[in-house]
């Protein structure tokens, strides 16, 4: 896993709650990214990151805030869950020029 | 923008068989291209990956991918289908610029069967 740690492992919530998923990485990696895995979908991207403060949304953006106020750290916010949201959420991290991207193992949210 | 699209959401193959999972990218740019797996209930780990070098691409667990540009393709192959290589497989590409955001194809079940 190179280094890149998510928490929580697993979640349940409920519909309308707000939940925070973290993602630390101890490599100093530049980029970090927020997917999330369905089946059929493959892995969509949800936000990214190249730099403190510096987030964009991604395709499935929808519905969730990022914030990264410190090089080792990217945290995930569903403002207010849903269960459609319901999924696996997978952060990644790679560095400067990167040829490859390294994955936590993922977090797996339920809302109910 | 990129994509990737990977033909067949579902692969059975028999123990001892060729493996042949298909990925074909969309690019305005040459691609870095990737390969990963999924075992069940586990992170994703990189099977190999094409970054403009050799088009022959040999990766962990005797797998190889070959890049054709003229095809836009980058299919994955292993000569002997084992047991323990039944998993997920995605293909991914990385858009270049900016981000450099990595973008995964929809993946590929494989089952081998006995």
């Known amino acids: 896993d190179a280094g890149i740690t998510q928490s929580p492992r697993h979640k349940v919530t409920e519909t309308g709650t707000p939940v925070t998923l973290r993602c630390h990485q101890t490599?100093?990696?530049?980029?970090m990214y927020w997917y999330r895995q369905d089946p059929g979908h493959g892995l969509r991207l949800i936000h990214y990151?190249?730099?403190?403060?510096?987030?964009d949304k991604g395709e499935v953006s929808d519905g969730y805030s990022v914030s990264r106020s410190k090089t080792e750290d990217f945290l995930l916010t569903l403002e207010s869950a849903t269960s459609s949201q319901t999924s696996v959420y997978f952060c990644a991290a790679a560095g400067q020029g990167w040829t490859e991207a390294f994955f936590g193992q993922g977090t797996r949210l339920t809302v109910v | 923008a990129q994509s990737v699209t990977q033909l067949g959401s579902h692969v059975s193959v028999s123990e001892g068989a060729l493996v042949l999972l298909r990925c074909n990218y969309s690019?305005?740019?040459?691609?870095?291209l990737f390969w990963y797996v999924q075992y069940p209930n586990q992170g994703l780990q990189l099977l190999l990956k094409y970054t403009s070098a050799a088009t022959l691409v040999k990766g962990i667990n005797g797998f190889e991918a070959e890049f054709k540009k003229s095809e836009t393709s980058f299919h994955l192959t292993k000569p002997s289908a084992h047991m323990s290589d039944a998993a997920e497989y995605f293909c991914?590409?990385?858009?270049?610029?900016?981000?450099?955001?990595?973008?995964f194809g929809a993946g590929t079940r494989l089952a081998v069967h006995p």
């Open positions: 690019s305005s740019v040459p691609p870095y």
């Open positions: 490599e100093n990696h530049r980029y």
């Open positions: 990151s190249y730099g403190v403060k510096d987030t």
């Open positions: 991914a590409v990385r858009q270049a610029g900016g981000y450099n955001k990595l973008i």
